[in-house]
């Protein structure tokens, strides 16, 4: 039997999600927990690669094994891999797909946040990064709408990245005001970048919002993002920001897939 599983994750103390030798992995954790609950060995297929420090408020993975308590003590077997599971890592639920089901491949959509705010705030620093600059996010969200339609957003891959196209869908792209819980100082100010696209590149929000800040500070022009995304060219564009502060916050599938 194929089964998906709801994580979510702080990134930091982390390699990044998938396993690497001689450093902690958010998949060798879960790996190791549900084999440890399970009776068996179980490797999972997550939904994608984040790197390290990322953070995800919903990830999805898929993993085979043919204990049926994971459908007769859903609450039970959940908490025991809780239990072992370290604190930032928290698995809220197992479900049945079907076999041929793919946490990466069937994904149909994935949103991702990125936080900053404006002023030193000892609450945020942790999953906001701490802009130095004035910014001015009419332009910014300017900028941002070029970036909506079936691109190829290359010119914000990580140099080397392995990946066959450049290629992406991106559904909407845009920055708000926010208001972080439970703390927020009345002389601060909170942005927030969402962006929702069918795939991305190997760090492609953090290199937009390097990009779209550099637009924010009136170094560039907004249309500046029209062109940078014709050039291909990784090194026109922005610095990447650090990935604590960036979260993946959705991840959409068919419903066909989810019928048991």
């Given at each position: ?13 982390f390699s990044g999600w998938q396993i690497q030798q001689n450093a ?237």
């Open positions: 039997m194929r089964f998906f599983a709801s994580i979510s994750y702080n990134g930091s103390g902690p992995s958010i998949q060798g954790q879960v790996q190791g927990a549900l084999s440890a609950v399970l009776g068996e060995k179980i490797e999972v297929t997550g939904a994608g690669r984040t790197d390290a420090g990322v953070n995800a408020s919903f990830f999805t993975v898929h993993f085979d094994s043919g204990d049926s308590r994971l459908l007769a003590e859903h609450d039970r077997i959940v908490y025991k891999i809780n239990a072992i599971l370290p604190t930032g890592i928290r698995l809220s639920r197992i479900y049945r797909v079907r076999d041929d089901a793919h946490a990466r491949f069937d994904a149909t959509g994935r949103t991702y946040c990125y936080y900053i705010h404006h002023g030193k705030d000892p609450f945020a620093s942790h999953f906001s990064w701490q802009c130095r600059y004035g910014l001015d996010l009419e332009a910014m969200n300017r900028g941002a709408a070029f970036l909506t339609g079936i691109k190829d957003f290359s010119c914000f891959q990580k140099t080397g990245s392995a990946a066959v196209s450049g290629i992406c869908g991106v559904r909407s792209a845009s920055w708000s005001r926010y208001t972080p819980m439970p703390v927020s100082l009345p002389d601060v100010q909170y942005s927030v970048f969402t962006i929702t696209a069918n795939r991305f590149l190997r760090n492609m929000v953090r290199a937009i919002v390097g990009s779209l800040v550099e637009v924010g500070r009136g170094r560039r022009s907004p249309e500046w993002i029209a062109g940078l995304i014709e050039s291909r060219d990784r090194n026109a564009a922005g610095q990447s920001v650090p990935g604590h502060a960036l979260f993946l916050t959705g991840i959409e599938y068919p419903e066909n897939i989810m019928n048991f």
